[in-house]
């Protein structure tokens, strides 16, 4: 916990607002986008989503591949309490529906699914796009089908239980190019860097790369420079929870801290 406070610290030292962008793509991101403050009708569709998990007192056992929880002791664990204290945020969920649905991604990719919060936020952002979602634990990932298919029937998606590291190494994800990743599965950096690596062959010009809690630990932190520094990586947002990876060829290379 010490550690993510100096580090919000320096984050908030180093970051700017859309005044101190140049970049017209980045520029234009932020400001028709990360903040865009006018309600969307969507939002309410997160917040049922959200409410159904928040009333559902139920316990499962989560078996957890990543780094663990720094919240939970036990395995055994409430679907309520995971909404609230694991899953994405209400504010962040409505971020990533704005992202989703500014970029119009065709193809989306989430590593880590839990019970489907995000999930709900991309396949809500672009309801054409086709979602494939993945996740180690079962149970959550069973929780998160099911409430998908009452709350949004007829969207494309395809949840899929199974360890982050075989389903990419055996290829099963490099069936098409990834318009848009979602990266929350696993905060370790050599898990981090592996998928990255992995699924780098899926790219186009248009790609984006969401990472999520890139200053969980000073691995992470490590992990991120060193996908900054990737020359394929031609233009990062460091939000301090997020990080924006982005593959367009024609632009500079250029790194961005931003307040979001």
């Known amino acids: ?13 180093k970051s700017k607002n859309e005044h101190g962008v140049h970049s017209p793509f980045v520029f234009n991101l932020l400001t028709k986008c990360f903040y865009d403050k006018k309600d969307k009708p969507e939002y309410a569709f997160l917040k049922k989503y959200r409410k159904t998990l928040l009333a559902n007192k139920s316990f499962i056992e989560v078996t957890d591949f990543g780094a663990g929880s720094r919240v939970f002791k036990s395995n055994g664990r409430q679907i309520a309490k995971i ?5 994405i945020s209400s504010k962040r969920a409505e971020f990533l529906f704005r992202v989703t649905n ?24 672009s309801k054409e796009s086709f979602l494939l979602s993945l996740e180690g634990c079962q149970n959550t990932q069973s929780i998160a089908e099911n409430l998908f298919n009452q709350q949004f029937p007829g969207f494309n998606f395809d949840f899929v239980n199974s360890e982050f590291s075989k389903f990419l190494k055996d290829g099963s994800a490099n069936v098409c190019d990834w318009d848009l990743i979602y990266f929350d599965g696993n905060h370790s950096k050599k898990a981090t860097l592996e998928y ?17 809690d890139i200053h969980w630990s000073p691995e992470m932190e490590e992990a991120w420079e060193t996908i900054k520094n990737h020359p394929k990586v031609k233009v ?8 924006f990876v982005f593959f367009r060829y024609e632009q500079e290379k250029e790194h961005f801290i931003i307040r979001a």
């Open 1 to 13: 916990m010490l550690f993510q406070i100096k580090s919000y610290l320096k984050f908030l030292w």
């Open 196 to 212: 990255f690596e992995v699924l780098l062959p899926t790219i186009n010009n248009d790609s984006v790369w969401i990472f999520d």
């Open 83 to 87: 909404a609230k204290t694991a899953g």
């Open 236 to 243: 990062t947002i460091d939000t301090f929870q997020w990080g």
């Open 102 to 125: 500014y970029f119009k991604p065709k193809n989306v990719l989430e590593i880590g699914t839990s019970l489907g919060l995000a999930s709900s936020a991309i396949a809500l952002g």
